[in-house]
C-alpha cells in the first residue's frame, strides 16, 4: 500500500489554485483519495509548466531522496490532479497529460488520474457539459 500520495498540479492554475481543494480532499480521505490509509502521507508539485517535461526531473529528484531515506517508490502513487487531467472551472484537460503520465510511468510510479472534484464541476459532468476522464 501506498505511504506517500504525489499530486501533480497544473502550473497554470496553480496561479488561480492554492490547491487546498485537493489538499483537503486528501485529509478527509474522500473521492480519488478514499482508499488511503491515515499514515500516507501528502505532496503537492505543479508539473513545471507546458509542455510537462519538469515532470521527469522532480520524480527523478524525488527518486533520488527516497532511496537516501531507505524508501521505495513502489510505496508512491503519482495522482494527476483534476485541474490537469479533466475538464474544470480553471481549463480543459491538459493536452500532456499522456506525455507526463507515460514520463511517470516510464520511471516506475503508479499513476491515478483525479483528485478533488467540486460540486459544481459533478453536476456538469452529469449535464454532459464537462467530460470525465
Known amino acids: 500500500m501506498s505511504k506517500l500520495v504525489v499530486v501533480i498540479q497544473c502550473h497554470l492554475v ?3 489554485c492554492s490547491g487546498y ?3 483537503d480532499a486528501f485529509y478527509k480521505r474522500e473521492g480519488a483519495f478514499a482508499s488511503y490509509e491515515e499514515d500516507v502521507r501528502y505532496m503537492p508539485v505543479t508539473c513545471g ?5 519538469e515532470v521527469a ?7 533520488k ?3 537516501r531515506r531507505g524508501e521505495r517508490k513502489e510505496d508512491v502513487v503519482v495522482h494527476f490532479a483534476s485541474c490537469v487531467c479533466s475538464d474544470n472551472s480553471h481549463r480543459p484537460p491538459c493536452p500532456h497529460l499522456d506525455y507526463m503520465r507515460q514520463i511517470a510511468e516510464r520511471k516506475g510510479y503508479s499513476v491515478v488520474l483525479g ?3 467540486s460540486n459544481a464541476a459533478t453536476k456538469k459532468r452529469e449535464a454532459g457539459i464537462y467530460k470525465t476522464f
Open 49 to 53: 509548466g507546458c509542455c510537462g517535461a
Open 21 to 23: 481543494p485537493c489538499m
Open 57 to 63: 526531473a522532480k520524480l527523478e529528484n524525488l527518486t
Open 65 to 67: 531522496h527516497l532511496k
Open 115 to 117: 483528485s478533488y472534484i
Open 14 to 16: 496553480m496561479n488561480r
